[in-house]
């Protein structure tokens, strides 16, 4: 069972994958969530995410191209001593530009919540939760062979990481989606892939 609160059974000696969600963003009606910047206090909740991250010892950090992610990934690069950051766009959301708006977080809620339960039609976006899946586990592939033996971390967001999560964990991922903050974490031992950490909140 996932629980809402930071939980962990670190082993700071192994390299890890850290999935970062981005920090917090302004919604603003009209222009794609893919588009969306970071708040002040978003940038203030990386400076807690940072040291967080920092026993960890990250060595690189990929991002999203999205602003949000990026702005995430430099803030935490800067404060972890100036680490290399790589954008990469399969690291992306879910593709959703000509998803609506939701001013009713309620709809908006439910919207995630049925395009999870039935990943693999075209319900919510320009692309299926099932291929959006695939795509970024591709990704997150192809960057830890590049990779191998070290700790790198992954900015990217609330939908797409939950969709790789519970995969992983043979979870539901909405279970997950509801409960990532912003920001929030989840970290993997390499090479098995086995649970070390979930932080839900910097609260």
């Known amino acids: 069972m996932l629980l809402n609160r930071p939980f ?11 999935l970062i969600r981005h920090s ?3 919604p603003k009606a009209g222009s794609s969530a893919h588009d969306w910047q970071l708040t002040d206090e978003g940038r203030r909740k990386c400076l807690i995410l940072a040291e967080r991250l920092r026993p960890y010892s990250i060595h690189h950090l990929y991002s999203s191209d999205e602003p949000k992610a990026v702005q995430t ?3 935490v690069a ?3 001593g100036g680490l290399p950051v790589t954008l990469d766009e399969q690291l992306r959301e879910t593709h959703r530009k000509t998803a609506p708006y939701f001013a009713d977080e309620i709809a908006f809620v439910q919207a995630i919540q049925s395009a999870m339960n039935r990943p693999q039609q075209l319900l919510y976006g320009e692309e299926t939760f099932e291929a959006a899946r695939i795509r970024f586990t591709e990704a997150i592939n192809r960057i830890m062979v590049t990779t191998r033996g070290e700790t790198l971390a992954l900015v990217s967001h609330a939908t797409i990481e939950s969709l790789y999560i519970a995969n992983l964990i043979d979870s539901n991922p909405y279970d997950i ?5 912003m920001p ?3 970290v993997f031992s390499l090479p098995a892939m086995r649970l070390n ?4 909140s910097m609260l």
């Open 8 to 18: 962990s059974i670190q082993a700071f000696d192994m390299p890890h994958l850290i």
């Open 184 to 186: 929030a974490y989840v």
């Open 197 to 200: 950490e979930i932080c839900f």
């Open 177 to 181: 989606w509801k409960l990532l903050d």
């Open 78 to 80: 800067q404060e972890l």
């Open 24 to 26: 917090t963003t302004q």
């Open 73 to 75: 990934a430099e803030q």
